[in-house]
């Protein structure tokens, strides 16, 4: 081999390894923008599950019935209530769906997003203030838009307050709260009773806790004020730190106090988790 010859093949050895080398570092960056695409898509997905149990941990259902056709004069505090309750649920952690003068149809596609959300580490709150009436043993919430000229007629129209609660435990909700402002004397029980009858008793299903704002059967008139005598209360005492069964209960003795035992709200438990409430509440 001469001495163009041998280089010549140093030349074509220097020229291979140096595209070896290139390539080489094409397939390293190449894996290491892989390994990264791969890393940020973990990161994605575990954010996004770690905000999916974060927006399903609590969930409230806040209805708020004010303009009712039939009755004399609207129900301005529930509307009130319904919006100062959902900005104060959502300082305490919860993902409030939030429903003014809602008809029946409104209702039901409520309640069924609501159903779609649930999950078995959610705590779940109904809110509903307006007109409320039992039949057949059951409470049930009225629409704006409910024609009830029978007893009948509320188990068509209304929706029941107790079908709500055994949809969150079908669903396997963690903690089930309901805070029902509606036991007030309305236009539709005139017409198929002599006197107003309120609420019925609402049994608190497994893992549950209930407040109204009377005793069952009875019925209490509207302050002036902007919010009911019950949210006001109700707001007080979610303002601050403390479990749910302590801030239900303060409500139904503070209520019971200042009425000299006119009103007495109702609470009642099966609640088994510890649901704290106050802004620093988990």
């Known amino acids: 081999m001469n001495v163009k010859q041998l280089d010549l093949s140093r030349r074509t050895i220097a020229l291979a390894a140096a595209l070896i080398g290139t390539v080489s570092l094409v397939i390293g960056a190449h894996a290491a923008l892989n390994m990264r695409a791969i890393d940020a898509a973990k990161a994605v997905s575990t954010d996004q599950i770690t905000g999916s149990i974060g927006q399903t941990s609590r969930l409230a259902l806040v209805i708020g019935n004010g303009h009712y056709p039939d009755a004399s004069a609207p129900l301005t505090q529930s509307i009130n209530d319904a919006r100062a309750l959902s900005s104060s649920l959502r300082k305490n952690g919860f993902d409030v769906d939030m429903v003014e003068d809602a008809t029946k149809d409104d209702m039901v596609r409520a309640v069924n997003r609501l159903k779609s959300r649930i999950k078995h580490d959610s705590v779940v709150m109904l809110f509903f203030g307006g007109f409320g009436v039992q039949a057949g043993r059951e409470s049930y919430m009225l629409p704006v ?44 029980e005139r017409r198929f009773r002599s006197y107003s009858h309120g609420l019925a008793p609402i049994s608190a299903s497994d893992n549950a806790l209930i407040l109204t704002s009377a005793s069952p059967g009875k019925v209490v008139d509207d302050g002036k004020g902007e919010h009911s005598v019950l949210v006001s209360e109700f707001l007080n005492n979610l303002s601050k730190q403390g479990s749910a069964e302590s801030v239900f209960n303060k409500t139904r003795l503070a209520i019971s106090r200042a009425s000299e035992g006119d009103q007495v709200p109702t609470v009642s438990s099966s609640l088994l988790e510890d649901v704290q409430f106050g802004e620093a509440g988990g």
């Not at 009830?148 to 709500?164: A, L, M």
């Open 145 to 188: 838009d409910a024609v009830i000229w029978k007893e009948s007629d509320v188990r068509r129209h209304g929706v029941s307050i107790e079908g709500v609660l055994e949809m969150m435990k079908e669903q396997g909700a963690k903690a089930k709260l309901v805070v029902v402002d509606a036991s007030r004397r309305n236009p539709y």
